[in-house]
Each structure stands twice: as C-alpha cells, then as structure tokens.
C-alpha cells in the first residue's frame, strides 16, 4: 500500500508543474495569443526561484521570485507582439531560446548547489489518516496551489464577465474591439498571468521536484504544457486529467527501467512525446468539437483602427 | 421649442482625415426623433466613417458632435451606448463560440447577470416579434437569426437613436420584411432611426429623409418618397447609369456548356453546409444566376465546382462540353476552359502581400504554362509574357492603380475585382463560375463588372453567378436558380420569376414542401 501511496505522490509532484504552465498558457491561448515561449518563461522562473531561496533561505520567497521571473520575461513577449506587433511563433521561440541561455548564466552559480526545499505541508492527525492523510493533507503547497487554480480560471472563464469577455478576444478580436473590450489590454493581462503560471510551475521544479538547479532542468516540459493546452481542448477541467496522464507516463518510465523491464530507456523518455502526438491526432479527428472550443483568433496579431 | 427643431443628433464641419485621404469633409447632418433617416451614398462615400465616429468607434479630426442640443465626445461605442446611441453592424460584430445570451451579456454592464440578460432577450423577442432561443451557439445560426441578435442586443439599451447598416443586404425578402416592421414599430416609440443603404427601392419605402453623401462631403439632404430611383442614384454617383441588359437566350438551340448531375458534398466543418444531389445544366450563352441567404451553401457548390474540395465517386458527376471534371483537380479543369473567380477577394481571389503579376502567374501558371514558362522541366517565369497579359488585363478592366505592378493588397475593393475578373476573362473561358462578383464593390466598378458578365456569354460561354444581391440576379441573369441548405432548386427563366418566388425559395419553403410530398 505504502508504494502506491508514494507512486501517486511521486505522479502528482510530476505533474503539477505541468498543470501549471498550462493552465496559464490555456488563458493566454482563450485570449487569442499563441506564446510558444512557455519553456523559456518555466527555466527563467526555476533558476530565480532558486536564486530566491538562496539569497533569502526562504523558499516562499523563492517561489514569488519565480512568479514575479516569469511575469517579467512574459512581458517581453507582450511587449513585442502586441505593441511592436512581432510575429507571435516566432517570437515564442525566440523567449525559449533567450531564456533556457539567460537563465544559465544567472544560475552558473548555483550549479551544484544544495537546494531549499518547501517542506509538505503536515497537519496533526489528518496529515497522520492512512492513505488519505498523505495524499489530501500531505502534499507541498504548490500542489494544493495548482488545483484551486485550475478552478479558478475554470469559474473565472466560464462564469464571470471579465472571462466572457477574454473569450470573446479570442473568437474575434474585431468585434470585440467594436464593443470597446480592450482587446491588447486584456490580452496583455492574459500573457502576463500566463507567464506567472510558468514561473510557479518552474519554481515547483527547482524548489520541490528536484530541489537544485541544473541547467536546462525543465526538460522540455513546457512543450508538454502546450500540447496539454490542446489536448485539453481549451477546457481548464480536462486540463487535470491531461496532466496527470502525462505526469503518470514520466513516472512510470522511471519505475519500468528501475524493474528492468529490457525495454531501452530512450524509448520510455520518450513516452511523453508519443503520447502528446498519438493524442493531438486523436483531438483533429473530432472536429466539431475542436471549432466550438478552439479560440478562433489564436495567433492573430490585431491592430486597432486609428 | 417646436418639434422641427427638437435635433436629436446634429454634426457641423465634421471632418475625418486618414493620411492624405478625406473620408469626412464637413459633414452637417442631423437626425430627429421618431424619423427613419436614410445615409445613402457608394462604397467609400464616407458613410461608414461618419457612422463609427457617431458611434466612438473613431474620433473626428475635426467638427463637432451636438446631442440633444449639446456638444458631446463620444470617446468609446460604450459611451454611445450609455447616451442612448445602439448600432446594428453590417458585418456582425457576433462571436460564434459563444451563445446568444453570453453574446448580448457582452455589450451590457458588467453587474447583469448572464441569466438575466437571457430573460430580457426572451422578453424582447416576443415582444418585437423576433424569435431567438438565448442559449443557442451562434455559430449553429442563420444570418438572419444573426441579425435579430444584433437588433435585440441594442434595443436592450433601451436606445433613443438606431444605426442600422446596411440591414437588408443579407435577408431574404421575407426577412426583410419582418425587419421594416420592427423598424416601424420604433420609430412609432419615439426613436430615432439612421439606416445605411444603397437599396433605393428600401430607402423610398421607409425613410422620411435622405442624406445622400459622395467622396466624403455631403451633396443632398432631399426626401425619398418624393424622388425616383434614376433621380437618387444619379445623386450617389453623381452621373446616370447605365442599365446592363443580357441578350436573349434559346435554350432549345444553344448547345449546353456545363451539365451537372447528383452532385452531393459532406460538410467539412460544423459550420459547413451540405450539398445534397445538385442538378441542373449551363448552355452557351447564358448567365445562370445562383440567388440565396448566406451561407446556404454557396461557398461548398462554389468550392465543389472549382475542384478546391476532393469530390467522393459517389458525389455526382460534373460535366464540361462531355469531359468529366469530377476527379479533376483546379488547374486540370481550368485547363479543360473552366474560370473561376472566389466570393473573398483578399487571400482566395489574390495574395495580397503579392504584385499583380505574380498573381497572374498563380492564377494561370497551369493553364498558360507554354506563354508564362520556358525551359521545359525547368519552368523558367517569362516575365516579359506576364507582364504584358497584366497590361492587357488592366487595361481591358480599366483596373486604377498607383503604380505599375503594385500590391494586389494596395488596390482598392473594386479595382481589385476587376483585375481578378479580367485575369479570367482574359483566357476566353468555356465556362465561368462567379461568386458574389460585386460584394463590397462600388457602382461604377460593379456596372464595369456585370457589363463583363454579360459579354462573355454573349461571345458564346456559360457563366454561373452566384450572387446575394437580387438586383443584380435580376438585372443580368438570363436563368435563376436559388441555393437553400445545399439543394439548388430548378433553373427558371428569369423573365418568368418574381421576387416573392425567389423569396420562398431562399427561406427553403417550397422544398420542404416538396420533401413532406415525397
């Protein structure tokens, strides 16, 4: 009992950074704006992080360094395509590719370095509860973070004004320009909160997961974040269950090699990979219901009349 | 105070500059309550520009908005809308993924809730006679559904002043119809109604009043009903125009051109329509002209037509002077002496990041690939070749431009048109298949264009013209057919079709009566 207890321990720690940077990136994708730059915002949140908890001894901190980090590097990337109209793919992988390089040579100092940890969280007799004690009342906080997030966005799209409103970007930025949303406006919140999200999700790996930096430790996990995006279909709930999916394949390939089930390690690492292709074939197939959710506008730059 | 002076709305010297171009130039004009005021005027008259700085969707360069009496800016449509100004958008300003309440929500302060918004709007519904389900997706709607949204979405604020453009252009009669009625009823309740229209004949019936603008300067203010239709649209162009008649066809001795038979077509996408078992045959000589809503499956009968979407074997056969086009892909058929000239004009018709020339390359790269290409295998661009069939093209359309091979982008509307036209007629084509050849386009150009029409099946081609616009199916068709949910009823004679006909026919009405009967 207590092994399977600490694989689904071990699977939430793994996806949790996952359902982060995707939760943020689907409210930046429901905007219209396509930001490829995810990987890079996560790198950039880890090592500030990182730097945070070092400076300060306090991993909290840490985490606010890697939020404020991502933010920061997101406004960039507003700034560019929004403002100075850049093309959004691009630019996405230009953010990657500046941060996964900046973010080395901020954390060449820290190579090596014993990480803080944020502890998991205990409370007296229900942390204590077999089984469920460790799994409902046991885990870090980012965790707990990551799932009153999702519904956050889940409520704020879907029931509130303002999330009506950023939808609406999304599907059309003329006509919602014609109504006076304020298209860039709500669109540059969006990126922000995006990038924030990445900067928690990277914050979570360098604080929790590992704890230590290595650069380069995101390992491609914010690619699997935009995948999830689409494999979710721009739905926050099935966000959840595409995260932990992928989260349980990382996991699993780790017990697999220790079992030694003669199955080459290269294959298992890319598990994550396949599964994100075999699912994304899956998705186009069912058209009708990509077009009701995908946001119509997703990846158009707007610019408004003068 | 008496009630002639009671202005609702006036502007003096209104005035709008967009780099060296004056869309507004002065503008005195002014709307009171309870009239249905008309703002007649071409495309590019400046009517718009006007229309969206009453609304704040842009600020004047210089003039003065008076409301009620006092100088007013009007800096965002959401303080238009809380003075009392609603707009009704020729192209909806609707979001498809979102539903009819959630639609209506968005233009309401923010405290209503979207619950409530769909209560009102079912009130409203009933209470103008304009049926709306709140919770429908609006991208599973009919244009004509759209509009009621539109309509019901503004009259939620309550408006004391309506701006309706261009309402008409995608209803059916029938619908159109239903629409005056409401209009009516409003201006009945003491609002005020500015309708945007070139449809004279709509003009005279409703309006009290007409402001007729021409290159951005306002040139008449007069009363329809006491004008005629020649009289008023001489004012707009500011010449007469001329009528475009076809010949005369006999369908008995004109060989047929194109024959289509079963020709059915699975949507591709949930918003794609349908086509179900097409039939009907072109001969020599005539304009086959296509009418409809949008959206009832013009674009997929155009696309099937064209070769643009991969025909099933089961799909029926399409047949031009006995060749078998169906398994054929564009460039084959066009090879075959088929033409075809898209509804969008901007990245279908033309690419408009490219020069015209190259755009007749595109076009034509398969069909004239021994003129515009040499060195065999190589395909070597003859630019001298292309160059001189662009000449050819812009001069036989009278395509103005501002430079010798500009942008296809930097052209305007029409003089777009014309070029893709001409780029197609210029090949003598068998058969030409026309999508909305004039949307968007202004009267010259559109007569330019309509008068190509009727040419080329003079000279001895087919033509199909699919077309929104039932003046211009009536003025250049010599057979009609109407489009309703993908079936094509049976090509009539137009001298022997009415508009009420083609009415019923558009609403679907007649073929499911017939389905009932089967």
């Known amino acids: 009992m207590d ?10 720690a793994a996806s949790t950074p996952l359902l982060l940077a995707a939760t943020g990136e689907l409210v930046v994708e429901r905007s219209g704006v396509l930001n490829l730059g995810v990987e890079g915002m996560m790198i950039m949140g880890a090592v500030c992080a990182f730097a945070g908890a070092q400076l300060t001894g ?5 985490a606010l360094f890697g939020i404020v980090a991502g933010a920061a590097f997101s406004l960039l990337f507003a700034f560019l395509t929004l403002i100075l109209v850049a093309n ?9 590719i500046l941060g996964l390089g900046l973010s080395g040579m901020i954390g060449e100092g820290f190579v090596g370095q014993p990480g803080i940890k944020m502890e998991r969280i205990d409370i007296p007799f229900l942390s204590d509860l077999p089984i469920i004690g460790q799994l409902v009342f046991g885990q870090d906080p980012i965790f ?13 799209l879907f029931r509130s004004r303002k999330g009506l409103q950023l939808r609406a970007v999304g599907d059309s930025h003329s006509s919602a320009h014609a109504l006076g949303i304020g298209v860039l406006k709500t669109r540059a919140l969006a990126i922000v909160f995006g990038g924030a999200c990445a900067g928690l999700a990277g914050a979570h790996l360098s604080l929790v997961y590992v704890p230590q930096w290595v ?3 995101t390992a491609g996990r914010g690619w699997i974040a935009l995948a999830l995006v689409v494999f979710a279909s721009w739905r926050p709930g099935r966000l959840i269950i595409g995260a932990y999916l992928f989260g349980a394949v990382n996991i699993a390939q780790f017990h697999m090699q220790a079992q030694g089930f003669g199955i080459p390690a290269q294959f298992l690492t890319s598990l994550p990979y396949i599964t994100t292709i075999v699912v994304l074939v899956l998705i186009a197939r069912n058209r009708r219901l990509t077009m009701i959710n995908t946001p119509a506008a997703l990846g158009q730059p707007f610019v408004p009349d003068r | 105070m008496s009630a002639d002076d009671a202005k609702l709305l006036e502007t003096k010297g209104l005035t709008k500059v967009f780099g060296t171009l004056r869309a507004n130039d002065q503008v005195d004009f002014d709307i009171r309550p309870g009239e249905i005021h008309a703002l007649l005027g071409e495309n590019g008259a400046g009517k718009s520009t006007l229309v969206k700085m009453l609304f704040g969707s842009l600020q004047p360069t210089g003039g003065i908005i008076e409301w009620r009496g006092e100088p007013v800016t009007v800096p965002s449509p959401s303080v238009a809308r809380s003075m009392g100004i609603g707009m009704v958008f020729q192209h909806f300003s609707l979001f498809e993924a979102l539903t009819v309440a959630e639609n209506i929500a968005l233009s309401m302060e923010p405290d209503v809730k979207t619950s409530q918004v769909a209560e009102r709007a079912r009130e409203l519904s009933k209470q103008y006679g304009l049926p709306l389900d709140p919770d429908a997706l609006v ?4 244009v004509g559904e759209r509009q009621r949204i539109e309509i019901i979405r503004c009259l939620m604020q309550d408006p004391s002043l309506v701006i309706l453009d261009e309402p008409t252009s995608v209803l059916t009669p029938q619908e159109a119809d239903t629409l005056f009625e409401t209009l009516f009823r409003l201006r009945d309740e003491g609002r005020a109604i500015l309708y945007i229209s070139h449809r004279l004949e709509e003009v005279q019936r409703l309006c009290s009043r007409a402001t007729i603008m021409r290159h951005g300067k306002v040139v008449d203010i007069c009363d329809p009903r006491e004008e005629t239709a020649a009289t008023l649209a001489a004012r707009m162009v500011g ?3 001329q009528d475009i008649r076809p010949a005369p066809v006999s369908l008995e001795a004109a060989p047929v051109i194109l024959s289509v038979r079963g020709l059915s077509l699975a949507p591709d996408n949930p918003f794609a329509v349908a086509l179900k078992n097409i039939n009907f045959d072109v001969h020599s000589g005539e304009v086959l002209g296509i009418a409809g809503i949008a959206g009832e499956g013009q674009g997929e009968f155009f696309s099937a037509l064209s070769g643009e979407v991969e025909q099933l074997p089961t799909g029926g056969t399409i047949e031009l002077r006995g060749n078998d086009l169906s398994a054929l892909n564009i460039s084959e058929r066009r090879k075959k002496g088929a033409a075809f000239v898209p509804e969008e004009r901007h990245g279908h018709g033309a690419v408009t990041g490219m020069r015209l020339t190259d755009n007749m390359l595109l076009a034509r790269h398969k069909s004239d690939q021994d003129s515009f290409q040499s060195g065999g295998g190589l395909g070597v661009i003859v630019r001298s070749a292309i160059r001189s069939a662009t000449d050819r093209v812009n001069a036989a359309m009278d395509v103005r431009k501002g430079a010798p091979d500009p942008n296809a982008g930097s052209l305007s509307g029409g003089n ?20 909305q050849p004039t949307w968007g386009v202004d009267a010259g150009a559109a007569g330019h264009i309509r008068q190509s029409l009727v040419d080329l099946a003079a000279s001895g081609s087919a033509v199909i013209m699919i077309s929104q616009d039932l003046d211009e199916i009536f003025s250049i068709a010599t057979r009609i057919a109407v489009i309703a949910k993908g079936t094509l009823s049976e090509p009539t004679d137009a001298a022997k079709m009415s508009r009420e006909a083609v009415g019923l026919l558009m609403t679907g009405q007649t073929s499911d009566r017939a389905e009932v009967a089967a």
């Open chain 1, 58 to 62: 306090d991993p909290f901190v840490g």
């Open chain 1, 3 to 12: 092994v399977w207890v600490s694989i689904i321990l071990s699977v939430c």
């Open chain 2, 416 to 435: 777009l048109q014309k070029f893709i036209m001409g780029r197609e007629l210029d090949r003598q084509p068998a058969l030409l298949v026309v999508n």
């Open chain 2, 139 to 142: 991208g599973d709607l009919s």
């Open chain 2, 239 to 241: 010449a007469e125009l």
């Open chain 1, 215 to 217: 650069e380069g430790m």
């Open chain 1, 88 to 96: 959004q793919v691009a630019t996405g992988l230009a953010l990657t």
């Open chain 1, 144 to 156: 707990y973070a990551s799932i009153a997030l999702v519904i956050a966005v889940w409520f704020f």
